[in-house]
């Protein structure tokens, strides 16, 4: 399938074991009483740097060589990618350079500067900021580390999948944000190894979903970046994918997509029900369980994959707003 393994996984969190942390599984009594069945909301926005990136982007860097390490690395990033490769980078006395398009919120290439990286802003998509990446590694004989097809970023993301079986061993379904498939072709692996009957929910926006599209054409698609309430999820998958479109693929068992009001449903529902601040990216699980699109048969486990989000607009949807 791709050649990367459960080993690689384990692996993995042996080698960021100091530079991330195990996050909580909480339940949700209020979703638990709606569907029914137990209902976990796994919250990797409570991870160091606001995202689960910082497992992906903590095994690349670890994994490279002195040499590689004293030529820095670099980017491109929506966001989340960007600010953990930057905070693994500071943790590692490497360079970062992160490349990123003008639609990325203030808040969040804000963050990326305090923590020490480059910021280089360029173009209206992520192909744009690829691109500028792949010209700064040709120049500077920086490593490349994707945000999320690549081998060492799919483990690293894959970590949390082995804490979601031993924190709820008997888990029936999850829900997993999908954007470019790292984080979901990486927990799917951990968790249809222990157990193929796990069933693998890919949740994302029906405001330019690439990987849905990709998955509809049967390869790798381009498909128009549009303004949405969860914006880590926008961005291509290459045409050129290697690795997470092929993943995703053979371990998915269904894709949903989500409105906007659908999205801010579920951040107004994180805020009010569970106390906790998420981005639209982080609420689309609990937005497809509010909608109902999830058989409620459980254990259930809602990926809440990050918090980075741009507080004014959390302000304006908890009011009531759907943008």
């Known amino acids: 399938m791709s050649g990367l393994q459960l080993n690689d996984v384990y692996l993995a969190r042996q080698r960021i074991a100091s530079l991330v942390r195990v996050t909580p599984m909480d339940p949700s009594p209020s979703l638990s009483k709606q569907l029914g069945v137990p209902v976990y909301l796994k919250l990797e926005s409570q991870q160091i740097t606001g995202s689960f990136k910082l497992r992906g982007a903590s095994n690349a860097i670890a994994q490279l060589s002195t040499g590689q390490r004293a030529k820095g690395v670099v980017a491109a990033s929506t966001g989340n990618h960007g600010r953990a490769l930057a905070y693994a980078a500071s943790q590692l006395n490497v360079k970062a350079t992160i490349c990123l398009s003008q639609l990325v919120p203030p808040n969040k290439v804000q963050a990326i500067r305090?923590?020490?990286?480059?910021?280089?802003?360029?173009?209206?998509?992520?192909?744009?900021?690829?691109?500028?990446?792949?010209?700064?590694?040709?120049?500077?004989?920086?490593?490349?580390?994707?945000?999320?097809?690549?081998?060492?970023?799919?483990?690293?993301?894959?970590?949390?999948?082995?804490?979601?079986?031993?924190?709820?061993?008997?888990?029936?379904?999850?829900?997993?944000?999908?954007?470019?498939?790292?984080?979901?072709?990486?927990?799917?692996?951990?968790?249809?190894?222990?157990?193929?009957?796990?069933?693998?929910?890919?949740?994302?926006?029906?405001?330019?979903?690439?990987?849905?599209?990709?998955?509809?054409?049967?390869?790798?698609?381009?498909?128009?970046?549009?303004?949405t309430l969860a914006d880590s999820l926008g961005g291509g998958i290459g045409l050129d994918n290697q690795y997470t479109f092929a993943m995703t693929r053979d371990l998915c068992d269904q894709v949903h997509l989500l409105d906007e009001a659908s999205i801010a449903n579920g951040i107004r529902h994180a805020y009010f029900q569970e106390r906790q601040v998420v981005e639209g990216a982080a609420a689309v699980g609990i937005g497809a369980l509010l909608d109902g699109l999830i058989e409620p048969r459980g254990p259930i486990v809602v990926v809440v994959s990050g918090r980075n989000v741009d507080l004014e607009q959390h302000l304006r949807v908890l009011a009531g707003a759907n943008q």
């Open 114 to 227: 305090d923590l020490g990286a480059e910021v280089c802003i360029i173009g209206r998509s992520q192909d744009d900021a690829q691109r500028q990446a792949e010209r700064i590694a040709g120049e500077q004989g920086a490593a490349l580390l994707p945000p999320f097809d690549h081998p060492a970023i799919i483990a690293g993301q894959g970590t949390l999948g082995l804490e979601i079986i031993e924190q709820v061993p008997d888990v029936a379904q999850v829900l997993v944000p999908l954007s470019g498939g790292g984080l979901f072709a990486g927990v799917a692996l951990a968790l249809k190894s222990a157990n193929p009957n796990i069933r693998l929910h890919g949740i994302s926006m029906q405001r330019g979903a690439a990987m849905h599209a990709s998955l509809q054409a049967g390869q790798p698609m381009e498909v128009e970046e549009l303004p």
